[in-house]
């Protein structure tokens, strides 16, 4: 049986939705990179028939709700195996955190990675982590926190809180990666072909 790698990617997240209206008024289109692919598009090709990446579109990712968010996480878990990682990548990570802080799991967490995740910069509205997060550790055999010094949306001190949280997850900083939004990203690859 393949193992499963289950990907939450990003969103924004607003005050009132006469912000989001002015963020969608004011949002510059990257035309030129209009199609462009990155690491976790390709990441099922990477990695081969061993493993089977789900990596589904969270609803409204351009104004993003938590309780949202939950319902669609939830609706795949009848296809879920024990010993799954789950990746969060931006708020996908806060999303993972504040939802495995609140919530039992049904399969067994092999691996837990959080990536360029968001603590508690910024608004981030129902996506609030909870004050505790133990309930992580105790469903979690590995977690493993990603950041990049150069990140120009959440600064690096974000990750610092989140070992904080995890004082035995692996930290893995980076001086030029941004925000993960790269076309390939190896050391990710081999981190996860790396957990046994």
Do not use: C
């Amino acid at each position: 049986m393949p193992k499963q790698i289950f990907i939450i990617h990003g969103g924004e997240v607003f005050e009132s939705y006469d912000k989001y209206f002015e963020y969608l008024k004011n949002y510059k289109i990257d035309f030129e990179n209009i199609n462009h692919h990155n690491w976790k598009d390709d990441l099922q090709k990477v990695l081969g028939n061993d493993y089977q990446v789900i990596f589904p579109e969270m609803p409204s990712r351009r104004n993003a709700k938590y309780v949202e968010w939950k319902i669609w996480f939830e609706k795949f878990f009848p296809i879920l195996n024990d010993e799954i990682i789950l990746v969060g990548n931006s708020l996908g990570s806060t999303f993972l955190a504040k939802y495995l802080s609140e919530n039992n799991f049904p399969v067994k967490i092999k691996g837990l990675f959080l990536l360029a995740g968001p603590f508690d910069a910024g608004y981030l509205g129902d996506f609030n982590l909870s004050e505790s997060l133990i309930n992580i550790e105790n469903q979690v055999k590995n977690i493993f926190l990603f950041h990049s010094e150069d990140d120009p949306y959440v600064p690096i001190s974000e990750v610092k809180k989140y070992s904080q949280a995890f004082p035995n997850a692996e930290k893995i900083i980076f001086k030029n990666k941004g925000h993960f939004n790269l076309k390939e990203f190896p050391e990710f690859v081999e981190k996860l072909r790396s957990i046994k």
